[in-house]
């Protein structure tokens, strides 16, 4: 099992940055792909940005390919997703999630633990 806690959200101006952390506990996290997430008001759930158990791997929704970088540390069990050239439609809260085995690497119905959420909100 695992439990996921977000932190690092807030208020930015647009073309500001923010850096989210994911702090992990259990032994399994560095088994698992992780991804981030973003809910915003009245809309779905997206895909952000998932990265493999080593981190040698990475993949980013188009939305935010070029401005947003995840990363992991499997030593202190994190996972970050770095945010610059922020805009106000990124505005939304941030989830991290770890992948199931064998799951969708771009739909939360691949990913079987979440953490609480973070709240992002980019004003204009």
């Known amino acids: 099992q695992v439990q996921l806690e977000e932190s690092g959200g807030g208020l930015v101006q647009a073309g500001g940055s923010l850096r989210l952390s994911c702090a992990a506990s259990?032994?399994?996290?560095?088994?698992?792909?992780m991804g981030w997430f973003r809910q915003a008001p009245g809309k779905e759930r997206e895909f952000v940005a998932g990265?493999?158990?080593?981190?040698?791997?990475?993949y980013y929704a188009d939305s935010v390919k070029g401005r947003f970088t995840i990363s992991r540390d499997n030593a202190k069990a994190t996972v970050y997703l770095q945010m610059s050239s922020l805009k106000p439609e990124d505005t939304a809260v941030y989830y991290c999630?770890?992948?199931?085995?064998?799951?969708?690497?771009?739909?939360?119905?691949?990913?079987?633990?979440w953490g609480q959420g973070t709240q992002v909100t980019v004003s204009s």
């Open positions: 259990g032994r399994t996290f560095s088994t698992r792909d």
């Open positions: 999630a770890a992948r199931r085995f064998g799951g969708s690497r771009s739909s939360s119905g691949g990913y079987d633990y």
């Open positions: 990265i493999s158990t080593g981190g040698g791997a990475t």
